[in-house]
């Protein structure tokens, strides 16, 4: 069983910051790629941004500047410190993680299960 608990989330102001926080616990032999994705109501889910285990990173166009994506490979621990937040990133975020959970077992994309993000005055 993996788990992928996320914390941080809440209402913050435009212009304001908020620090996510994304750990994964379980039976879990590599955890490669972790990231976080949105989805706003009608919307389809979309990335955020992500990270590999060697921490290269990636971001979508529309939070490059403002979020920073960071993990603790001994804490499988995902982080995503978002600044100059604005209304248009109201959204539920979502943590993922593509992980084996043995030597010998498949890839797969594990999610969390979500955590608000409203960005309002």
């Known amino acids: 069983q993996v788990q992928l608990v996320e914390s941080g989330g809440g209402l913050v102001q435009p212009g304001g910051s908020l620090r996510l926080s994304c750990a994964a616990s379980?039976?879990?032999?590599?955890?490669?790629?972790m990231g976080w994705y949105r989805q706003a109501p009608g919307k389809q889910r979309e990335l955020v941004a992500t990270i590999t285990s060697g921490g290269m990173t990636n971001y979508g166009d529309y939070v490059k500047g403002r979020f920073t994506i960071s993990r603790d490979n001994a804490k499988n621990t995902v982080y995503l410190q978002m600044n100059s937040l604005k209304p248009e990133d109201t959204a539920v975020y979502y943590c993922?993680?593509?992980?084996?959970?043995?030597?010998?077992?498949?890839?797969?994309?594990?999610w969390g299960q979500g955590t608000q993000i409203t960005v309002s005055s």
């Open positions: 993922n993680a593509r992980l084996r959970r043995g030597w010998n077992t498949a890839v797969e994309d594990y």
């Open positions: 379980g039976s879990i032999f590599s955890i490669y790629p």
